[in-house]
């Protein structure tokens, strides 16, 4: 899966063949975090990236959605990609309404430009505060960003580690659209789920009235087991958390798989696994139901039938 760039050394492709899903997602389902990267050869990854990943098509994607049981699509811009929106875009439009875009925008971005990006499908952008994927913002350049996608309705996706959120909260608190957290805040599962840190998470949810992400445990985990080989009671280190968001949150938690799974070192994720972990952290039909379809539908498809 290589494409005209050599791809970071000891880099893990996306898995080929997932299994099928033993859990059959609700009607409508959405995966509310997904990237495309590239191809390289269409859409040249940014000079300014910290790495360089296989290739992952729009239709790739596709074909994964429809193996999974999925409906709809969110996908996120990759940050190797930078600022350069093409490739997302690209594949929210050929998505035919079945796919809603987030952005990476600089500064500079004009009026006209970010209409241009509404009219796709983009709904939101994303703030990146982890330092091994991009260069450091400086905070007054994403109010200013913040300030100019307010008007259009938009929503700012922020990714942070867990140990980070007590110096960051204060400026998230600050920001004038809703929020969006990416994989929990990444919390640390080798501490208590009912500890100070994670604590700390909840409340800021609760205070800004945030939506969550409860993905990526294959990140999060430190025991496993892994999700391959069939397992079906995989990372259970991470289920105590995510069940936490999910029952204590249950209007405004979304479901996303992060294919193709950038960055990963330990192991790759049997997707179709992925899918058998949402009953763990979703434990009864009316959550699983929002979690996948009501609350991602509101959010990015609001006022459309579900």
């Known amino acids: 899966m290589t494409g005209p760039f050599t791809k970071t050394p000891g880099w ?32 040249p990854f940014a000079p300014e990236r910290k790495y360089t990943p296989c290739d992952a098509s729009r ?53 006209t430009e970010l209409r241009r990006l509404d009219e796709a499908g983009v709904r939101g952008v994303r703030f990146n505060f982890l330092p091994r994927l991009v260069e450091g913002t400086p905070k007054d350049d994403l109010t200013t960003i913040a300030r100019k996608i307010a008007p259009l309705g938009w929503h ?29 805040g990444r919390p640390d599962v080798t501490r208590p789920v009912d500890g100070p840190e994670f604590g700390r998470f909840l409340r800021f949810v609760e205070r800004n009235e945030a939506w969550v992400k409860v993905s990526c ?15 079906q009671n995989a990372y259970t280190d991470v289920v105590p958390f995510s069940r936490r968001v999910v029952e204590e949150f ?50 990015y498809w609001p006022g459309e039938d579900y």
């Open 59 to 111: 239709d790739q994607l596709f074909a994964l959605r429809d193996h999974l049981g999925m409906s709809r699509n969110v996908i996120v811009q990759a940050t190797c990609h930078g600022a350069d929106n093409s490739a997302m875009v690209d594949a929210v439009q050929a998505a035919g309404g079945r796919a809603r875009g987030i952005a990476t925008v600089r500064t500079d971005i004009t009026d």
């Open 250 to 299: 249950p209007d405004s938690v979304l479901w996303g798989s992060d294919w193709p799974h950038p960055n990963l070192t330990d192991h790759m994720p049997d997707d179709g696994l992925l899918v058998d972990h949402i009953p763990h952290v979703a434990t009864a039909p009316e959550l699983q139901h929002k979690l996948l379809v009501a609350n991602p539908m509101r959010l």
């Open 12 to 43: 893990l492709d996306w898995y080929q063949n997932p299994s099928a899903p033993r859990f059959a997602v609700p009607t409508g389902a959405v995966d509310a975090h997904c990237h495309v990267f590239g191809p390289g050869a269409q859409f």
């Open 156 to 184: 700012i996706v922020i990714y942070f580690e867990g140990p980070d959120l007590e110096g960051l909260e204060g400026f998230f608190d600050t920001l004038p659209t809703p929020l969006v957290v990416d994989h929990m």
């Open 217 to 231: 445990p294959e990140r999060l985990t430190v025991t496993g087991p892994p999700a391959l080989n069939g397992e």
